[in-house]
C-alpha cells in the first residue's frame, strides 16, 4: 500500500469525535465498568493491565471512536479479538440489533373539484405512513491482509445490507477489527441475519482461509506455455535497491541487458490464490500490449521459487508522488499534456479490450521527459474474459459506483476513475482527502463527488463532469475525450502564444 489515506488501514470511517487523551479514555472506560460493577473489571485482579493492553494493540482512532457511554463495548472487542486468534473460527464475527429508525413516508394526493365551472387543485393533507428501519451492527476480527476492507465490505452487499458506517482498525500484532453499521436486514431478530453471513463466508471459504502454495503455484505456472521469447534470463538481471514493498510483493529497481529496469517480486510468503491469479493476469496483459503511453514489458520469470515481472524503469516516478509527495501544481497546458498521454495509453487498452480497473495517479508513471505511461495491470481483464466482473475492485477513491455497487459494469468504470485524476491533476489534492476510503466510496454510491476547483477551464470542468457521471452511457469515451483535449490544448497553447508576443513586443517599447 502506497498510503494510508488511500486504504484507509487502521482508519475509522466515522468523522472524529474530540475526546481527552489516551490515558483519561481508558480511566473513564475502568471507571464505568467499575461503577457499572461489571464482573470482569470488580473480580479480575488484572483487569486494568487486560484494558491497557488492549488499547495499546490498537491505533489512536480507536480510542477517539470509543463510547464511554457503552463501555461493554471494548469488552465485546476485546473477546472478538482474542476468539480471532483461532485459526479454525476466523473470521469471528458478532450480530445484533441497534435501533429500528422511523422513517415517515408522506403521500399526498391532489384531487380535482369544479365550482364554479373552474377546475381547481385540491391536496388533501398528507397521510403519514411509518416505516421501521431496524439497524444493526456486525464486528469482525481476523488476520489483516491487503482488500480485506473490499472483502467485507463485498460480503455485506451480497446479503443485501447497505453499510451506514464503518469503523476500520488494524491491532499491532495483525488483526482486523471492522465494526459496521446496516441496514436492509428487514428484522430486529439477528439469528436469520447471523446464519445468512455464516453461509456467505462458507461460500467463499477459500478467499478467507487462504490457498496453498502449490495452488498459488499452479495459477502462475499455467501461462509460463505462454511466456516464449518474454522468458528472462535470471543470470543477466541484476537487483538493484528496493523501491517500495506492495502488498503481495516487493519493487527493485535493476537493471537487464544493460538498460534500467522495474522488477516486481511477488514474495513467497505472500503466494496464495488471488496474489498468484493477480501476477498470471498481469503477465497475460502485458505480453499483448506496447504503446507509447503503456509501460514497456521486458520479460517475466516463472520457475518456482522465483516468480517475478520485469518492465522497463520510469525515472520520472509516479504522478501521485509527482503532485502530492513533490508538490507540484500544473499550469493547464501541462495538465492537459499528462491528461492526454493518459487519455492515449487507455485508449489503445480499450480498443484492444482490456479493461484496467485500477485507473489512477499512482499507476500512472513518467520518464524522464515527463511522458505519462499506464503501468500495473494485476487487477486488469480482457473485456470478454467472460464470467461475471468482480465487485469492488481497484482503490476505492477512484471507483466507479457501479463498481462499488456490485453492479454490471463495463470500460466507462475507467472513464470515471479518468475524471477523478482530471480532478487530482487541476487541484494537486488527494480526493476526499478529509474522509477515509470507505466513507469516500460511501459518498460516492450516493452521488457524492470532488468540489469542482475554482480557476479551472469550464472546458475541462464540463468534460470531468461528463466523465463521472453516475450513468455510465453518459460518459465519453477516451477517443472522444482525446479529441476534446487535444482541441482545448490547441486553444490553450493559441492563447499562450498570444500572450506571449505581447509581452515580447512590450519589452521592444520598453527598451
Request: glycine share 6%.
Amino acid at each position: 500500500m502506497e498510503e494510508s489515506v488511500e486504504e484507509g488501514i487502521g482508519e475509522s470511517s466515522s468523522p472524529a469525535r474530540s475526546v481527552g487523551s489516551s490515558y483519561d479514555v481508558r480511566s473513564d472506560i475502568y471507571n464505568r465498568l467499575v461503577e457499572n460493577e461489571n464482573e470482569e473489571a470488580i473480580g479480575n485482579p488484572d483487569f486494568r493491565e487486560q484494558l491497557d493492553a488492549h488499547f495499546s494493540r490498537l491505533p489512536a482512532s480507536y480510542i477517539v471512536d470509543v463510547n464511554v457511554e457503552r463501555a461493554e463495548d471494548v469488552l465485546l472487542h476485546q473477546k472478538i479479538l482474542a476468539e480471532a486468534k483461532d485459526p479454525t473460527k476466523r473470521p469471528v464475527f458478532h450480530v445484533r440489533f441497534l435501533k429500528s429508525e422511523d422513517v415517515n413516508l408522506d403521500v399526498g394526493k391532489d384531487v380535482e373539484e369544479k365550482e364554479d365551472k373552474k377546475c381547481t387543485e385540491e391536496a388533501l393533507p398528507a397521510r403519514h405512513d411509518v416505516a421501521h428501519v431496524p439497524i444493526h451492527e456486525i464486528i469482525f476480527s481476523t488476520i489483516d491482509k491487503p482488500k480485506l476492507l473490499s472483502q467485507l465490505s463485498a460480503l455485506l452487499s451480497d446479503i443485501g445490507l447497505n453499510i451506514r458506517e464503518a469503523h476500520v482498525f488494524s491491532t499491532t500484532d495483525g488483526y482486523s477489527l471492522d465494526v459496521f453499521v446496516v441496514d436492509g436486514w428487514a428484522v430486529e431478530g439477528t439469528d436469520g441475519l447471523h446464519m445468512e453471513i455464516e453461509s456467505a463466508i462458507a461460500r467463499s471459504e477459500g478467499s478467507w482461509s487462504g490457498s496453498s502454495h502449490s495452488s498459488a503455484a499452479e495459477k502462475i505456472l499455467a501461462v509460463q506455455p505462454l511466456i516464449g521469447d518474454w522468458e528472462i534470463d535470471m543470470r543477466l538481471l541484476k537487483m538493484g535497491e528496493k523501491i517500495v514493498s506492495g502488498s503481495c510483493g516487493d519493487l527493485y529497481h535493476g537493471t537487464y541487458l544493460g538498460q534500467d529496469v522495474a522488477i516486481k517480486v511477488l514474495r513467497s510468503e505472500h503466494l496464495n490464490e488471488p496474489s498468484g491469479e493477480e501476477f498470471a493476469q498481469e503477465v497475460l496483459i502485458l505480453r499483448e500490449v506496447q504503446h507509447r503511453n503503456v509501460v514497456r514489458f521486458v520479460g517475466a520469470y516463472i520457475k518456482p521459487p522465483q516468480f517475478c515481472i520485469v518492465t522497463e524503469y520510469m525515472h520520472g516516478g509516479s504522478l501521485y508522488d509527482f503532485l502530492h509527495k513533490k508538490n507540484n501544481t500544473l499550469e493547464l497546458s501541462r495538465l492537459l499534456k499528462f491528461a492526454l498521454d493518459v487519455c492515449k495509453g487507455m485508449d489503445y487498452l480499450h480498443q484492444n479490450s482490456i479493461i484496467h480497473r485500477d485507473l489512477k495517479t499512482a499507476n500512472l508513471l513518467m520518464d524522464n521527459n515527463h511522458l505519462v505511461k499506464v503501468a500495473d495491470f494485476g487487477v486488469a481483464r480482457f473485456q470478454n474474459q467472460g464470467g461475471v466482473m468482480t465487485a469492488e475492485t481497484g482503490t476505492y477513491r477512484w471507483m466507479a459506483p457501479e463498481v462499488i455497487n456490485h453492479q454490471a459494469y463495463d470500460q466507462k468504470a475507467d472513464v470515471f476513475s479518468f475524471a477523478i485524476v482530471l480532478w487530482e491533476l487541476a487541484t494537486s489534492k488527494i480526493p476526499y482527502e478529509l474522509k477515509t476510503p470507505l466513507q469516500a466510496a460511501i459518498g460516492v454510491r450516493q452521488g457524492d463527488r470532488p468540489e469542482l476547483p475554482e480557476n479551472t477551464h469550464p472546458k475541462l470542468l464540463a468534460l470531468m463532469q461528463r466523465c463521472w457521471d453516475a450513468n455510465p452511457t453518459i460518459r465519453p469515451s477516451f477517443s472522444e475525450i482525446e479529441i476534446e483535449l487535444e482541441e482545448l490544448l490547441k486553444e490553450v497553447q493559441a492563447t499562450e502564444g498570444t500572450s506571449q508576443q505581447a509581452r515580447e513586443v512590450s519589452c521592444k517599447r520598453a527598451r
